[in-house]
């Protein structure tokens, strides 16, 4: 089945210690996105990529980076996390007409220590 | 872009049906209406989506009125597995014609056995 999967499902990193998460589709969707979803709250909306075009949201820590090396994969890379940066992060694709929505993974719990 | 207003929260018996209602004012000509279901620890779930009318499928179904500046879910005879978060979530569109979105509150409807 085509499907978004995200690794680790798990990920345990110390403060201050870079960590990356990833991301890989085989839907063959143009866009992809990164969400940060913590405790009771909605997914919030860190970046986007539309092939190889990023798109930052405003109120996105500088902590935060992404990168989009082909269709298929795509990483968030925190570079010095914090310990409010515990949460489930979301990867979801899109085809670029936004029918039939977003297709998200199962996601990945960040634990920092 | 488009803010969604939903109810926080609602409980419903095993077997009924369930209506949640979402306003969107201010929606776009060209925006599509979506609804994702989020159970803990797991990425949204793509529900139903319609852009006017009536869209029914093997779920739930989609109620949206002429004036396109609300929707109803309808959830045929719950079960306990449909206790979970719904989302109603209205599309922005980007300059490469996709839809990014923003998650709103979500409702969360807890069946009762």
């Known amino acids: 089945d085509a499907m978004v999967i995200q690794n680790p499902r798990y990920q345990v990193t110390q403060f201050g210690k870079p960590v990356t998460l990833s991301c890989s589709q085989t839907?063959?969707?143009?866009?992809m996105y990164w969400y940060q979803q913590k405790s009771s709250q909605a997914p919030k909306l860190l970046f986007h990529?539309?092939?190889?075009?990023?798109?930052n949201e405003a109120d996105t820590p500088d902590n935060f980076q992404s990168r989009r090396p082909n269709t298929s994969f795509c990483f968030l890379d925190i570079r010095s996390p914090g310990l409010g940066d515990a949460a489930m992060y979301l990867c979801?694709?899109?085809?670029?007409?936004?029918?039939?929505?977003?297709?998200f993974g199962s996601g990945t719990r960040l634990t920092v220590v | 872009l488009a803010k969604t207003t939903q109810p926080i929260s609602m409980d419903s018996y095993e077997g009924q049906e369930v209506n949640i209602t979402c306003s969107h004012n201010?929606?776009?000509?060209?925006?599509?209406i979506t609804w994702y279901q989020q159970f803990p620890s797991q990425g949204p779930r793509f529900i139903i989506q319609?852009?006017?009318t009536k869209v029914t499928n093997e779920v739930a179904s989609l109620f949206i009125p002429a004036d396109r500046k609300s929707s109803t879910l309808s959830l045929p005879r719950v079960s306990l597995s449909d206790t979970a978060v719904y989302y109603c979530l209205v599309g922005q569109r980007e300059s490469g014609g996709y839809q990014k979105v923003t998650f709103g509150i979500g409702t969360k409807l807890q069946v009762i056995p």
């Open positions: 319609g852009y006017k």
């Open positions: 990529y539309y092939d190889k075009d990023f798109n």
């Open positions: 839907l063959n969707h143009n866009v």
């Open positions: 979801a694709t899109s085809r670029v007409t936004g029918r039939d929505g977003y297709t």
């Open positions: 201010n929606i776009a000509t060209n925006d599509y």
